[in-house]
């Protein structure tokens, strides 16, 4: 068992975990922070996975902003566990069940598919900045470009939805 | 001779004058043109007439295919010959007196409803010259239906009397299911033979194709048709109610030419009926036993058209009885006289009517020989024609009957003499009740007597002519004659010889006419005085019809109501509408049930989502 | 490492999600699972671009493997954009009905 096995399997269970505790905690504010986690496990994969690029934006853009956002709206309402609607506790059964047996059907079929190609770790350029910088002005400038555009109409919507009448 | 469609075509012209421009036009011209039409026709037949007596002309004439299939053709011809052109003489002659004698006899109509009734009349010619003079059963079909249509108008005529239009739905609806026969044995035709043309199915090959059972079914098939439009039993009952229609529309049609289109049809099929001796015998016995029920019921019945309609019914009878005992060239002897006799008739009770002021009951009459002396005198002539009077034209066509019926069998004749003499009776009966005698109606009816217009009485004297002169066309050799008739007929009309000697046609003779005229002396002896009749159960009986309205009623129409009863209530409204409500019902019970499902909660649908995803999932990967 | 075990481990976390969906009433806990799932699915993407390095294809065209990895750049850009605007939709009806309850929000029955 090497290094990465190990590092591999101690992400993973750190992501499931906190995983797990996101969707449990009552607190709105602790869930942010587990999710936080959550996306660091990611990002660990990634690294792992020798996806060096992607590791960083994702702590930037999700670990980084997107989740401070979502604290700062949680913080804004002032939301804690006293706050949080309770859920109907057969509900919250037959939705744990259905999502068990959701999950148990998608890894049947993984199982009935035939691929036991091994996955390439810690090596290979295609994850650095360099290949996918480039690869981003080349081939997919205009996709980037149109993103862009659809940054500033969701900033605009963002601004209309939340003005005051 | 390239004429010959015209004949049909212009009483449909002027149908189709007097029937759209009915608002507008006047009563004379609708009446002209009514009557100038159908003079047209006969003028036109009478010259072709001329020509298939001179020998010259008998053929098949070919407009166009009316039905054209892959494996058959019905084309639209019309065949001329002996037979077809006897009976568009009979048709145009008669209608034209009869459209004359409507002009005066309907004068107190309104322009419209006047008007309405020519073009009802110019179309039942139309039709009825179509069913003559189709060269094919099909052709004669439209013909068939089209004089059934216009019985059933002309009945109904006066459409705001509710009796009137219900004598109208009987008549129609009895010659329907007689129509139904007339339909299945064309089928059969057609599925045997592939052919419905006379001039092919009546050829001697095309005969030998068709077994026994074919050409007695088929043949039995076309007389159902022939009972429901020639009034035989079972379906006559609707001809007595037929005279609900106008007296002229009775003469017509109800008399003179509709009813004997089944005659026609067999004689002009009688290459198939002579093939089939159980139909024959069926023809026979249903003729004879109509003529005698017919008579019977005209003993006792109080109404002058009624009399008349029985009196139609039995002599029709008559003419049947000639046809089943293959004496074809009889009946349609019979026809002929008995169109002149009867139409004179009819149109002498109409002119009665017409002086009486509408009062058809012969209790309320008498006397009425002192105020219309031609009709009266006429009027005589018809009865004497029909009761089978010497020298009368009614005399030669019953005697044949008759004769052929005894060289047939003894029994049957006996049955028909008798019959013969319950004619003469009640003809006498009719004739004494209604012009001899004292008046027996109102002041006011007695005041306002009158001889009818000329455009009545004129009709009435030729057809009193052509009733007394219309038998010598067909004088038996026994009398010295030839037997013309029979000899214009022979192309197309092979009847039956019947090997009586002369001397027993002579005792024939000589006993129906002394018979005859004893019966015709009891009847005036017995009303001469009349007060009234007393009744006991055999009159009564009589009176009624036998009851056979009534026996319909209640083996027919009872249960035929009785099952639509239970169709309405039980199957209608429990099974079909159970049904129908049941699945409305379901539909409701079950929507109100998945309503709750509606919640509009979000999370319930996405957990509906996550387990429709899941199932879906299963059955792709599992199942 | 065997891709199946990145597999099981993005089916994990989705599931995750999922159930975090259906049991959760908080909107801002559910939204937070949404980006879960597809932060997840990011994963499976990147894992599979690096299984497709090896093969044949990869080596016949130098971008083929960073193709997956431009498609999960994308993903997170649109990420982004939901999230600012799903959060200030979020913040609007908080500010309406005074609470994140998504149960409050059964507008859709009428």
Known sequence: ?165 | MNMVWLIPILPLIGFLINGLGRNSLPKAVSGFIGSITVLGSFVLSLLVFMQVKAGNFHQTLHYFDFIRLESFTIPFDFSIDALSTLFLLIITGVGFLIHVYSTAYMHEEDGKDYAKYFAYLNLFVFSMLLLVMGGNFVVMFIGWEGVGLCSYLLIGYWYKNEAYTDAAKKAFIMNRIGDLGFLLAVFWLISKLGTVQYDEVFNAANLAKLTATDITGITLLLFVGVTGKSAQIPLYTWLPDAMAGPTPVSALIHAATMVTAGIYMIARSNALFSLAPITQSVITIIGLATALLAATIALRQYDIKKVLAYSTVSQLGFMFLALGTGNYVAAVFHVLTHAFFKALMFLGSGSVIHAMGGEQDIRNMGGLHKHMKITSITFLIGCLAISGIPGLSGFFSKDEILAGTFAHSPLLYGIALFTALLTAFYMFRLYILTFSGTFRGTHEQEHHLHESPKAMTIPLIVLAVLSIIGGYIGVPEALGGHHELAAYLSPVVKSATHHLSHNTEYILMAVSTLLVIVSIFIAVFRFRRYSTEQNNVVTKWLENKWYIDELYDAIIVKPIKGISNFLNQIVEKRIIDGAVNGVGRAVNYGSRQLRWLQSGQVGAYVLLMVIGMLLLFIIQLFL | MDIKAYIILSLTLFTIGVIGVLVRRNAIIIFMCVELMLNAVNLLLVAFSKMHAMSAAAKALPTFASDAQIFVFFIMVVAAAEVSVGLAIIVMMYRNIHSVDINFLNRLKN
């Not at chain 1, 090497?2 to 993973?12: N, R």
């Not at chain 1, 709206?73 to 959701?102: D, F, H, Q, W």
């Not at chain 1, 900045?129 to 081939?139: D, P, R, Y």
């Open chain 1, 1 to 165: 068992m090497g290094i990465t096995t190990i590092a591999f399997i101690l992400l993973s269970l750190m992501a499931i975990g906190s995983a797990i505790m996101m969707i449990s905690s009552k607190s709105p504010v602790h869930s942010v922070l587990w999710l936080i986690v959550v996306f660091f496990a990611i990002s660990g994969h990634y690294i792992l996975l020798n996806a060096q690029f992607l590791a960083i934006v994702n702590i930037i853009v999700y670990a980084g902003a997107i989740m401070v956002l979502f604290l700062f709206v949680v913080m804004l309402m002032n939301l804690n566990a006293e706050t949080e609607p309770i859920k109907n506790y057969r509900l919250r059964l037959i939705g744990i069940l259905s999502g068990g047996s959701l999950l148990l059907v998608l890894i049947a079929a993984m199982m009935k598919i035939d691929v036991a190609q091994p996955v390439l770790m810690s090596t290979g350029d295609s994850g650095l900045i360099k290949v996918l910088g480039h690869a981003l002005f080349t081939n997919y400038v205009l996709p980037f470009e149109i993103s862009s555009v659809l940054f500033l109409s969701a900033m605009i919507g963002a601004v209309i939805i939340g003005k005051k009448e």
